[in-house]
């Protein structure tokens, strides 16, 4: 794929070829709220054998992402502008789960909350600011 060819999404909750090659499934998105999950894989492996913090992070920003395009028209264009992850334990095995909302801060500003699990320990905590694409703008 060159750089400047459109791919299209089979659906507006699903997930990108990135999310995807992480290994990310969607386990529920609806009324602002989105679950996902991400199995440890040794790809996704820092230097000691730890699950990478940035997939970690991609995780939580998608679960995120999810739960906003539950509350959005289908088709709108937002972005992740600001973004925050707290750690509290590694991961070296099993699956991690995002529990991810989205709370609306007016048309165009909505926080993002996610915390990630592996089993029953929490493994961080995710904050994110998103905007909107304002309609009929470049």
């Given at each position: 794929?060159?750089?400047?060819?459109?791919?299209?999404?089979?659906?507006?909750?699903?997930?990108?070829?990135?999310?995807?090659?992480?290994?990310?499934?969607?386990?529920?998105?609806?009324?602002?709220?989105?679950?996902?999950s991400?199995?440890?894989?040794?790809?996704?492996?820092?230097?000691?054998?730890?699950?990478?913090?940035?997939?970690?992070?991609?995780?939580?920003?998608?679960?995120?992402?999810?739960?906003?395009?539950?509350?959005?028209?289908?088709?709108?264009?937002?972005?992740?502008v600001?973004?925050?992850l707290?750690?509290?334990?590694?991961?070296?095995?099993?699956?991690?789960?995002?529990?991810?909302?989205?709370?609306?801060?007016?048309?165009?500003?909505?926080?993002?909350?996610?915390?990630?699990?592996?089993?029953?320990?929490?493994?961080?905590?995710?904050?994110?600011?998103?905007?909107?694409?304002?309609?009929?703008t470049?």
């Open positions: 794929m060159n750089s400047g060819q459109q791919f299209q999404l089979p659906g507006w909750i699903s997930c990108a070829p990135f999310e995807e090659y992480l290994g990310m499934q969607i386990e529920e998105s609806g009324d602002g709220r989105a679950v996902l991400m199995p440890f894989k040794v790809k996704l492996a820092q230097g000691v054998g730890l699950m990478h913090g940035g997939a970690i992070t991609s995780l939580a920003d998608t679960a995120v992402a999810m739960a906003i395009k539950s509350i959005l028209p289908e088709g709108s264009d937002f972005v992740t600001d973004l925050h707290k750690f509290f334990a590694a991961v070296h095995e099993g699956t991690v789960r995002a529990v991810a909302r989205a709370i609306p801060q007016d048309e165009r500003k909505i926080v993002g909350e996610a915390e990630i699990f592996n089993g029953e320990t929490k493994v961080a905590e995710f904050n994110a600011f998103f905007i909107v694409k304002r309609r009929g470049t």
